[in-house]
């Protein structure tokens, strides 16, 4: 069984009397432990089927299981524990708080689930020295780095040990070489068997994972499996060793 399966999943918007389909019958099965990216244009609704697979929104019409559990007719608080509980997010936007230290930022998604004090700080720190940054707990946002905080922001998704991580355009906000160390931290985290799924407009960035959905006009218009086409670019092949002379 696969960690989240969605089968005939439409979302329906309305304006006056005219009907907007920015999902048109989506089937899609993510299995736990892949790293697959979400690719499509502005208004291809790529977005719309992150908020559907995050919980962040109900389709209008299908079903949705996630992690053995039927979801799609949830209300918005159960919605809410199943995101709290199963699924991490990573925006293009780090969405740290300022006022808080690097440490309270991460505990937040605890806070809100009721975790004791201690367990929180040993989760979070845990949490952090994934991303490698144990030892700025003690700074606010603003005194890191872009990528340093969008490390935070990733360790803050990783905290509750989600069943997904969805990372939303993660390097928008990053220069080129920040961006790569980011994705590098996803393809260490893919290894260590977590599932990750990137949504981007951009081929260079859906090009790192080993399945890309490409989304057009509401629907899945290809799947590529990157190491069967060819494309696996997370890792440079090795160089031939020449023959001896």
């Known amino acids: 069984m696969a960690l989240i399966e969605l089968r005939g999943v439409s ?82 936007f780090f969405n740290l708080l300022p006022k808080l230290n690097v440490l309270q930022n991460v505990e937040l998604p605890m806070v809100y689930a009721g975790v004791a004090t201690r367990e929180r700080r040993d989760h979070a720190m845990k949490a952090l020295k ?12 603003l005194q890191l780095s872009g990528g340093q905080q969008q490390r935070v922001a990733i360790a803050r998704a990783l905290v509750n040990n ?15 070489h920040t961006g790569e160390a980011i994705l590098e931290l996803f393809h260490r985290l893919s290894q260590e068997g977590r599932t990750i799924a990137l949504v981007t407009h951009d081929p260079e960035i859906a090009a790192v994972t080993p399945r890309r959905i490409e989304i057009r006009d509401g629907k899945i218009a290809r799947q590529v ?21």
């Open 11 to 92: 979302k329906i918007y309305r304006v006056g009397e005219e009907e907007i389909r920015a999902l048109d019958n989506v089937d899609l099965d993510i299995q736990e432990g892949e790293f697959i990216s979400i690719i499509g244009p502005s208004g291809s609704g790529k977005s719309t089927l992150m908020h559907i697979l995050g919980c962040l929104d109900s389709p209008t019409h299908g079903t949705i299981q996630l992690d053995g559990t039927m979801i799609q007719n949830a209300t918005a608080v159960q919605l809410a524990g199943i995101r709290n509980r199963k699924i991490g997010f990573v925006f293009q």
């Open 130 to 141: 994934l991303v490698e940054l144990e030892n700025r707990s003690r700074h606010r946002p």
């Open 162 to 176: 989600p069943k997904i991580i969805f990372a939303d355009e993660p390097t928008g906000n990053l220069d080129s």
């Open 225 to 245: 499996d990157a190491k069967l086409a060819g494309l696996d670019r997370i890792r440079p092949a090795a160089p031939a060793v020449p023959p001896a002379q």
